[in-house]
């Protein structure tokens, strides 16, 4: 039996992905970015968004195509992300994938963005070992997954209960006036100043969010980001109004090793406390140097071994869709059809 060649679709954002894999081998990840066009807004339009995927879609699949070396005729299956992510967005790539499908008679995949977050470890290592726990921070989510099963058993164990982890990054850089997106200019920044500086909050750690491992309290392992962007806030205006130059350095350092310290201590809370020993981090932000640092650390404190994929699969793209397309095939599962809507909220 051979592995089954498989060609993802990912449209949920501002990337317009296609991926060719053939089972677990990566054999091309296209993808173009709208994020340009967003830039002056300061934050993801969704409306530009959606037209961008329409330009972008057929250029990309006959370059992901051309690059991969194969024609439409040898792919065995076509899988889409359907959700979650923005209903504009997500319906472009999910009508390109159904007309392909009637067009080519080929399987169609709906996919699930985040669980193909985690199926991309698969092109980094093979096999995914089972009793994973999967750690994904992007600019739209931060959660902590517990993946009996990449093909149906996926537990929610802890995520934001406001912004996500890449938004407060987003908004803090705003706030110092360091641009959008803000995550890689602040992990730039951070460098040269001293994470001790400013002690900034760490949110829901407290024990009536916390309890204890026998009595979990509401919010053990979720976070909470909203406290910490406008303590950020607060500071930036108490050394205004005294007058001072504002230390942004120090502010950079110190939010990132909040952020940095309650996402890596509960998502390791969480595996341990869940009998998790394999860690996958994933999502934009885990391009961050000091979550990769302080999780690396940590997991290996606590004899958790950790698969970190490169960030060109860790950023939203194609390929991970066609990852886990790969495996839900490989699985056995029922093709979705064609009639099937985008999730915009899909859990
Ligand atoms: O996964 P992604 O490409 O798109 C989605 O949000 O789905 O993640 C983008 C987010 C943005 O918020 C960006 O600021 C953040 O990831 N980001 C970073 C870094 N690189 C990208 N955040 C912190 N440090 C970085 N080096
Ligand atoms: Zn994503």
Redesign the pocket.
């Known amino acids: 039996r051979t592995d089954p060649l498989v060609l993802g679709i990912e449209s949920s954002?501002d990337e317009t992905g296609v991926g060719i894999v053939r089972g677990d081998q990566l054999l091309t990840n296209t993808v173009s970015s709208s994020m340009d066009e967003h830039v002056r807004f300061g934050g993801v339009i969704p409306e530009i968004a959606s037209r961008a995927h329409l330009d972008a879609f057929v250029p990309t699949l006959q370059q992901a195509l051309d690059e991969a070396g194969v024609t439409l005729a040898e792919v065995d299956a076509i899988a889409v992300t359907s959700g979650p992510g923005l209903a504009g967005a997500l319906m472009v790539g999910v009508c390109a994938a159904k007309a392909l499908a009637v067009a080519t008679g080929k399987p169609l995949y709906a996919i699930n963005h985040l669980v193909a977050h985690v199926g991309v470890g698969v092109l980094d290592g093979g096999t995914l070992p089972d009793n994973l726990g999967a750690l994904l921070v992007?600019?739209?989510h931060t959660e902590i997954l517990r993946v009996k099963s990449l093909t149906g058993d996926v537990q929610l164990l802890g995520s934001t209960i406001d912004d996500a982890a890449?938004?407060a990054?987003?908004k803090v850089a705003r706030i110092l006036g360091l641009g959008y997106?803000?995550?890689?200019a602040?992990?730039k920044l951070a460098r040269q100043g001293n994470p001790k500086a400013i002690r900034f909050p760490r949110g829901l750690t407290q024990p009536k969010y916390m309890g204890s491992a026998e009595e979990p309290g509401p919010h053990r392992y979720d976070w909470s980001f909203s406290g910490l962007k406008t303590a950020v806030a607060r500071c930036v205006e108490a050394y205004e109004a005294a007058g001072e130059e504002l230390p942004v350095a120090d502010i950079a350092a110190s939010f990132q090793e909040a952020v940095v310290d309650v996402i890596t201590a509960k998502a390791v809370l969480a595996c341990t406390e869940h009998g998790i020993t394999n860690l996958l981090l994933g999502?934009?932000?885990a391009?961050?140097?000091r979550l990769r640092e302080l999780t690396r650390q940590r997991c290996e404190a606590k004899g958790i071994s950790l698969r970190v994929p490169p960030i060109s699969l860790c950023?939203?793209n194609g390929a991970m869709v066609a990852a886990l397309g790969a495996q839900v095939v490989m699985a056995g599962a029922e093709p979705s059809g064609i009639t099937f809507a985008p999730d915009p909220s899909m859990p």
């Open positions: 954002c992007s600019g739209g890449g938004e990054y987003d997106p803000g995550g890689p602040i992990d999502g934009g932000v391009a961050n140097s950023t939203d």
